[in-house]
């Protein structure tokens, strides 16, 4: 049994997977998911585990140079803005709109869905290197 870090085996697996520049999407529990994306579903319940949860141990473990946000972000969930930058100090935010951000999941090796029931709570993250 593995004893630190993700649990989730498949979560581990597509992080353990990332090459520099390659994308994973963290998101609320409405996000659709386009077909040919992986869906890593943890929804449980309202809110369980929540987006941040769930994007603070992902950061544990894999290096991140850029994030992609929703442009609606900043007028329908200012605080879950404020929390992805709390969260993420030294990292460049590309805001997109909402519509373009669903299509790109197309890119991302997964999607990992969260309980979480806040508008615009969705990210991409693109791995950085550690050298």
Not at 28 to 42: M, N, W
Not at 64 to 72: F, G, I, L, N, S
């Amino acid at each position: 049994m593995k004893k630190t870090g993700i649990l989730n085996s498949n979560i581990s697996r597509v992080v353990a997977d990332m090459g520099h520049m390659d994308w994973l999407g963290i998101g609320d529990a409405g996000t659709p998911v386009p077909p040919e994306t992986e869906k890593i579903d943890l929804a449980v319940s309202t809110n369980l585990p929540s987006f941040t949860q769930v994007l603070k141990e992902v950061l544990k473990e894999l290096a991140v140079q850029k994030v992609y946000v929703a442009e609606e972000i900043k007028k329908q969930n200012p605080q879950q803005l404020e929390n992805i930058k709390v969260i993420l100090p030294n990292v460049e935010i590309e805001f997109i709109p909402h519509s373009e951000l669903k299509q790109d999941l197309r890119r991302a090796k997964a999607f990992i869905r969260t309980g979480e029931e806040t508008p615009f709570s969705n990210v991409i993250l693109e791995s950085g290197v550690i050298f």
